[in-house]
C-alpha cells in the first residue's frame, strides 16, 4: 500500500495527455493521498538509489525536479525496459515509449510541474484516469517474472510453509504503523542474536521461509493491518481478522461482534446484523449469513523491531456466532447495554485507561469469547480488585458491566466443568429470588441496608455505606454486618416518622426475604472465597437495580419521586 498523490495519463504511442491530482477530501476539505497497492518496493540509499516500477518520485518517472542531472531518471528508463521489453501489452508499449521519448511534457503546466516535484508518488494511468497500468494482468506478469529472473546469492532450500524448493528469503518484510513498535516497522519473523540462532543460520534463514511466501505473507498482513475496518485495537493488541472468500455481509458481522462497531453503511446490512444478534441470544442459527463461510482471527501487538502473536483462530461463521452466542447469554445482565469484551476488559484498567489493561488478560480472554471456554481467572481477580478499589463509581454503568463480566465467569466456568446449575445455584439476567448462594444473599442484603440509608438521611450523608464498607463486606461479613444491621433499623425507623412507609414496608419485606427466608440460622461467615464475592456483586447490583425500578402491584414505582430523582442523578 502506498500513498499517491498524480497520476500521469499516457496514450498509445506514449505521449503526455494529462496529469490528474489524486485523493480523498478529509476534515476541512483537506485533501488527502490516494492509498492503492503497488508494485513491492524496498527503502532505498546510497550514492545510486534504486528506482522503483510503475509507482515513484516524479524525479525518476518524469525527470521533474531532479537534482542528479537526470541519472535517476535514467535508471528508472533501464528498470522499465528489463522489465517491459518483452511484454506485448498496449499499456506497456506505451510506457517504453514514453520513457524513450523524454520530456518536455507541454500537457503539463507550470504549477502542475511545481507540484509533481515536491509531491510523494506518482503512477500512470493508460488513455484515461482511474486505468492504472500498474494493475493490468499482463504488467504485473512482467513485474512477477522479472523478480523470479533476478539473480540471487540467496541460499536455497526447502520452505516450511509450502514444502517448496527455491530461495529462502534473508528477512521477513517490515510491517508499518504499528503503534508502539519502531516507526521503520516490525517483523513477524525475526533473528537478530546468537541464542535463537541455529546450524550457523542467520536472521530469518533460520525460519526457512521461502522468498515468495515471506512476501506474499508480509504484504497481506501489512493490508489488512492498515485496513481500517479489518483493523480492531484493543490497548497494545491489535487484531485483524479475514475470510476465506468474498463475503462483505459476514465480514461486517464479524467485526461488530470483535469490537462493537460495524464497517456496515447501508441500512439492510445493518438490520440483518441486529437480526442476527437477537439469533445468537437465543441460540439460534443465523438465517440471514452464510455460517460455512471461514475466518482467520489474528491478534498481535509490537514488541520493540518484532511483531508477537498473541492468538490466532481459525473456525467457521457459524461455529463462531455459536461462541459468541454463549459469550452474549453469559454476560447478559438487565441495564447493562455493552457487549463488546474490550468494554468489559476496561473495568479491569485502573482509572479507566487502556494502558492499563494487561496485554496477557486481552488476549486470553478474546481466546475465550472465541473458543467457548473459560474466561482467565485473572479477569474475575482484577474486577474484584476494581469493585473494592473505588466501589464501581466511576460512571453509572461501571457497576453494571462489572457485575456482569463476574456474572460471565461464574456461569462459565460451571458449564466448561460440565456443572448444570440448579435454579438455586444459577446466576440470571435480572434479580433471582430462587438464588441460595451465600455471597449473593450477603450482597443483596447489603443493597437493601444501602438503599434504607439513602431513602433515611437522603444527601446529608457525606459517604454511603458502601464507600465505606462494601470492600469489608464483600470479604468478611462478619466484621461489618451485624452493626450495619442495627443502623438499618435506625434508618427504617426514621422512614416511618418522615412518612415514606412505602418504602419502609417495601425494604422491610425484603430484608424479611433475605434474612428469615435465605439467610436462616447460618450465622456470618467470617470470610467469602473469591466466586462468593463475584456472587455478592452480582447480587447487589440486581436488588440495587431491582429496588430502584421495579414496579408495585398496580404499576407505580415502589418509591416516592425523590428517591427517583435520586437515581436518576447518581
Known amino acids: 500500500m502506498e500513498k499517491v498523490d498524480w497520476a500521469v495519463v499516457l496514450n498509445a504511442q506514449g505521449d503526455v495527455e494529462g496529469v490528474l491530482h489524486l485523493g480523498v477530501k478529509g476534515e476541512k476539505d483537506q485533501l488527502h493521498p490516494l492509498e492503492m497497492l503497488v508494485p513491492e518496493h524496498d527503502g532505498r540509499s546510497g550514492k545510486t538509489p534504486k528506482p522503483y516500477f510503475l509507482c515513484d ?24 525496459h528489463e522489465v517491459l521489453d518483452g511484454c506485448e501489452d498496449a499499456a506497456a508499449r506505451a510506457v517504453l515509449s514514453f520513457f524513450d521519448r523524454g520530456g518536455p511534457f ?41 523478480l523470479t529472473s533476478l539473480p540471487s546469492d540467496e541460499p536455497e532450500g526447502w520452505c516450511s510453509v509450502t514444502g517448496q524448493h527455491g530461495p529462502i528469503a534473508r528477512l521477513f518484510p517490515q510491517v508499518t504503523g504499528i503503534p508502539g513498535a519502531q516507526s521503520s516497522g516490525a517483523s513477524l519473523v525475526s533473528f537478530n542474536f546468537d541464542a535463537t540462532e541455529s546450524y550457523g543460520k542467520k536472521q530469518a534463514y533460520n525460519a526457512s521461509i521461502s522468498r515468495d511466501v515471506a512476501f506474499k505473507a508480509g504484504t497481506a498482513l501489512k493490508y489488512l493491518l492498515g485496513n481500517r475496518d479489518r483493523r480492531i485495537t484493543l490497548g497494545n493488541t491489535i487484531v485483524t481478522f479475514w475470510s476465506d472468500c468474498p463475503a462483505p455481509p459476514e465480514n461486517a458481522l464479524v467485526a461488530l461482534m470483535l469490537n462493537g462497531r460495524s464497517p456496515a453503511e447501508d441500512d439492510t446490512t445493518n438490520e440483518l ?34 511483531l508477537s502473536v498473541r492468538f490466532y483462530e481459525r473456525q467457521s461463521l457459524g461455529r463462531l456466532a455459536e461462541n459468541y452466542g454463549d459469550y452474549l447469554r453469559d454476560t447478559a445482565m438487565i441495564g447493562v447495554d455493552r457487549y463488546s469484551i474490550w468494554s468489559f476488559l476496561l473495568q479491569t484498567a485502573c482509572l479507566g485507561k487502556s494502558e492499563n489493561v494487561p496485554s496477557t488478560l486481552v488476549s486470553r480472554s478474546f481466546e475465550a469469547m472465541l473458543r467457548g471456554t473459560d474466561f482467565p481467572l485473572s479477569f474475575e481477580q482484577l474486577i474484584l480488585s476494581r469493585m473494592r478499589a473505588d ?77 465505606r464498607y462494601i470492600g469489608a463486606a464483600s470479604s468478611t461479613p462478619s466484621r461489618v454486618f451485624q452493626p450495619l444491621l442495627l443502623n438499618c433499623q435506625n434508618h427504617l425507623s426514621k422512614l416511618r416518622k418522615d412518612k415514606k412507609h412505602r418504602m419502609a414496608k417495601q425494604l422491610e419485606s425484603e430484608l424479611n426475604e433475605i434474612i428469615g427466608n435465605r439467610l436462616g440460622d447460618g450465622g456470618l461467615p467470617k470470610i467469602l472465597d473469591m466466586d462468593d464475592q463475584g456472587a455478592f456483586f452480582i447480587g447487589y447490583y440486581q436488588e440495587r437495580y431491582d429496588l430502584r425500578h421495579s414496579k408495585s402491584s398496580n404499576g407505580e414505582k415502589n418509591f416516592d419521586a425523590e428517591s427517583e430523582n435520586e437515581s436518576k442523578g447518581e
Open 57 to 80: 518520485k516524479a524525479s525518476y518517472l518524469l525527470d521533474v525536479g531532479s537534482t542528479d542531472g537526470g541519472a535517476s531518471h535514467e535508471r528508472s528508463r533501464k528498470l522499465h
Open 273 to 306: 446484523i441486529q437480526r442476527a444478534f437477537e439469533e445468537m441470544r437465543k441460540g439460534l442459527p443465523l438465517s440471514d449469513f452464510d455460517g460455512n463461510v471461514g475466518f482467520s482471527i489474528l491478534g498481535v501487538s509490537p514488541n520493540a523491531a518484532r
Open 106 to 146: 507541454p500537457a503539463i503546466s507550470d504549477e502542475q510541474a511545481d507540484a509533481l516535484a515536491s509531491s510523494r508518488m506518482v503512477v500512470f494511468c493508460f488513455e484515461r484516469p482511474g486505468n492504472y497500468i500498474h494493475d493490468r494482468e499482463a504488467i504485473r506478469d512482467a513485474w512477477t517474472s522479472y
Open 391 to 467: 466501589h464501581g463509581a466511576n460512571n453509572k454503568w461501571d457497576l453494571g458491566q462489572r457485575a456482569a463480566i463476574l456474572k460471565g465467569c461464574l456461569v462459565r466456568r460451571a458449564r466448561c466443568k460440565g456443572v448444570e446449575l440448579s435454579r438455586e445455584e444459577n446466576f440470571d439476567m435480572a434479580l433471582n429470588r430462587d438464588n441460595t448462594n451465600v455471597g449473593y444473599l450477603w450482597g443483596r442484603l447489603f443493597a437493601v441496608m444501602e438503599r434504607a440509608q439513602q431513602g433515611a438521611l437522603g444527601d446529608d450523608v457525606n459517604a454511603t455505606i458502601r464507600d
